[in-house]
């Protein structure tokens, strides 16, 4: 079954700090990976799009990797800011116009 | 300046009635689709068209149909057969063929009161 799972489902960190979130998926074909943010009540923002053949990718304080044989993602997050507050979205795309299977989320809250 | 625009935000239905969901883009893009978020779910596809005047249904069509009249507009009607309506709903669209990168809309918040 094609499935994306995140973890944690939600973390807690004070400003400043770093923090890494998972997504492992069990998704084939791969065609590509995305990380997106969500705010609350808006819609997601791409934050990187990743390729078999890519193992991390950076966007400002953001930095993904992936493991193309392990099926595993991560996000890293490098010195929190309060705004970083949001839901990040694991996406693995099969290739084609209804091929997209997003992860639930993880709920992230940065604290002062 | 460029986007995807979904109207309205927040949208509440009784029980029986039909809603539409507006959902517009000015970025030129053959694809546009339809999800829905619930909490604790990722989300969930419900229609897609590639092209003008084609659309296709999703994982979970029933009790949803969609238009596809014009390039930029390609809106979601709830209907009374959809059980379970209350949720998230999100437009995005995509540039080109295979959803290589796809933008959302801000999303519409229905409610069944």
């Known amino acids: 079954k094609n499935q994306v799972e995140q973890s944690p489902q939600s973390l807690i960190i004070l400003e400043g700090k770093n923090c890494t979130l998972q997504c492992n998926y069990t998704v084939s074909p791969f065609s590509n990976l995305r990380w997106y943010k969500q705010d609350t009540g808006r819609g997601p923002v791409s934050l990187t799009i990743m390729t078999f053949s890519e193992n991390t990718k950076s966007n400002g304080r953001y930095t993904a990797t992936l493991d193309a044989d392990t099926k595993q993602s991560s996000l890293h997050i490098t010195a929190s800011q309060l705004s970083d507050s949001a839901s990040y979205i694991c996406?693995?795309?099969?290739?084609?116009?209804?091929?997209?299977?997003f992860g639930a989320g993880t709920r992230l809250a940065v604290h002062p | 300046d460029g986007g995807i625009t979904q109207s309205p935000k927040y949208l509440f239905r009784k029980e029986g009635q039909n809603v539409t969901l507006s959902c517009e883009q000015n970025?030129?893009?053959?694809?546009m689709y339809w999800y829905r978020q619930d909490p604790g779910q990722g989300l969930r596809l419900i229609y897609y068209s590639q092209i003008v005047n084609d659309f296709q249904k999703g994982d979970i069509a029933e009790g949803y149909s969609v238009s596809r009249e014009k390039k930029e507009s390609f809106p979601l009607t709830v209907t009374s057969a959809q059980k379970n309506p209350t949720a998230f709903y999100l437009c995005?669209?995509?540039?080109?063929?295979?959803?290589?990168?796809?933008?959302f809309g801000q999303g519409t918040r229905l409610t069944v009161v």
């Open positions: 995005a669209s995509s540039p080109d063929r295979g959803h290589t990168e796809a933008f």
């Open positions: 970025l030129n893009h053959d694809a």
């Open positions: 996406v693995v795309d099969r290739g084609g116009y209804n091929k997209l299977i």
